[in-house]
């Protein structure tokens, strides 16, 4: 199992749960230095699960990644993303002044205190696998605000397979979301929505019969 986006590996995290009750073994990826550690607090006794701080991304480096600049509340950290856009259609929703208003924040007027950039250290899919010798996926979790499909496209689908993967499909344009759908089902993959996320199975996979 490989999380990308992990954020504080608890607050709102799908599989937290089933890594703690099942023991699972994977890899869970934060870029956030703010909130890594508690990360890797929340599975600092599951000696089968790695805790990284760092990004995915196509190479290895560094490299700036946009978050709310007031504020380091989990609904705040939970927007940080690489596509600024996501961030600034937050602000402009109505979102970030309703959460805002919840701390008893004044939401700033100026853009460099409203976003900030943190840089931050990045590892390649080809990296990461050769480091830690996996072969296999059996999940690949991802939530990256906007950036869900570039995630998936690093990965060689040709060379390995995740069986599941599952990503938030909610800040895809309209085209994104075609493409990436299309993407993934020339892979062999039946897909399903659930909500913000979208559900990619392989068809081989006896429980695809649930995403009818």
């Known amino acids: 199992m490989i999380q990308v986006g992990a954020n504080d590996g608890i607050t709102h995290d799908p599989i937290h749960k089933f ?5 699972w073994k994977g890899i869970l990826l934060e870029p956030q230095k703010n909130v890594f550690s508690t990360l890797a607090y929340a599975y600092h006794k599951n000696k089968d699960i790695i805790t990284l701080n760092a990004a995915l991304d196509k190479q290895d480096g560094e490299r700036a990644i946009y978050k709310i600049g007031f504020s380091e509340a989990r609904w705040a950290s939970g927007l940080t ?12 929703s109505g ?11 004044t939401v700033p007027t100026e853009e ?12 390649s899919p080809k990296t990461l696998l050769e480091k830690y010798n996996i072969h296999q996926i059996d999940l690949l979790q991802i939530d990256t605000e906007g950036y869900d499909f570039e995630i998936i ?16 499909s909610k800040h895809l344009s309209d085209k994104d979301k075609i493409t ?8 062999d993959y039946q897909l399903k929505t659930f909500g913000a996320n979208t559900v990619a199975l ?4 006896t429980l695809t019969q649930l995403l009818v």
């Open 81 to 92: 993303s690489f596509d600024k856009t996501t961030i600034q259609k937050a602000f402009t």
């Open 153 to 168: 496209k690093m990965f060689d689908l040709t060379q390995i397979k995740p069986e599941l993967i599952v990503f938030e």
């Open 202 to 205: 392989q068809k081989s996979n």
């Open 19 to 23: 890594i703690k009750r099942d023991g």
């Open 112 to 123: 460099q205190h409203r976003i900030k950039a943190e840089l931050v250290t990045l590892i």
């Open 180 to 187: 990436c759908f299309e993407y993934l089902k020339s892979y």
């Open 95 to 105: 979102y970030v002044a309703a959460k805002a208003a919840e701390e008893g924040l």
